[in-house]
């Protein structure tokens, strides 16, 4: 893994019709917009926040994660309407030793069902496999969330088993998890 790709300057990811691109206090709004809303978060391992200065600190945070090369979160942009957040995509947890990470993605509830994620996936894991040279790419998903398995299946990503009473997350306690993943040799 190259992680000075991924952390020696922001990386900015295109695609057909999306921007990857760094996220800060001037999205504050669709931020906020998104991580208020109780129902984007019904199975993610976050609790919403209803605090616009909380909000804004946690753009901070975003930020301090990168310089400490720990995690990354790109701002999902469409290149329609240039500027304006539709979501987040990231990337942590990175095991140099083999040369794997995990991902998630999350979109504002205005956004869903029109191909943002799978499109937002793909340009990600195009990143990570063919600059970043990482060798596994995985996913943590809550067995009830079935769009967001729909957007890693589409994507080439192989359920490779559930985690039963494995995780620990924020708002929901004790949670089973069905780990996605796809190796660079499976990557079309």
Partial sequence: MDIRVVFDGFPVIES?????????????????DIYR?????????????????????????FDRDFQ????IKWGIFTKE?????????????????????????????SHWGKGIAT?????????????????????????PNEQSKKVLLKNGFLKEGTLRQAAIWSGKGIVDLEIYGMLKQDYR
């Avoid at 057909?16 to 999205?27: A, R």
């Avoid at 990570?128 to 040279?133: C, M, V």
């Fill in 68 to 71: 400490k090369r720990s995690r």
């Fill in 119 to 143: 499109e937002a996936v793909q340009a990600c894991i195009g990143f990570l496999f063919d600059q970043a040279k990482v060798n596994r790419i995985q996913a943590e998903v809550m067995p």
């Fill in 16 to 32: 057909q019709n999306l921007v990857l691109s760094k996220i800060d206090v001037t999205h504050l709004e669709e931020v906020y």
């Fill in 37 to 61: 809303n109780d129902i984007v978060f019904t199975y993610c391992g976050i609790i919403p926040k209803h605090n616009k200065e909380t909000v804004k600190t946690m753009i901070g945070h």
């Fill in 81 to 109: 309407a240039p500027g304006i957040l539709v979501g987040i995509m990231e990337a942590f947890d990175f095991n140099q030793k083999v040369d794997m990470v995990t991902i998630g993605y999350f979109l504002a509830e």
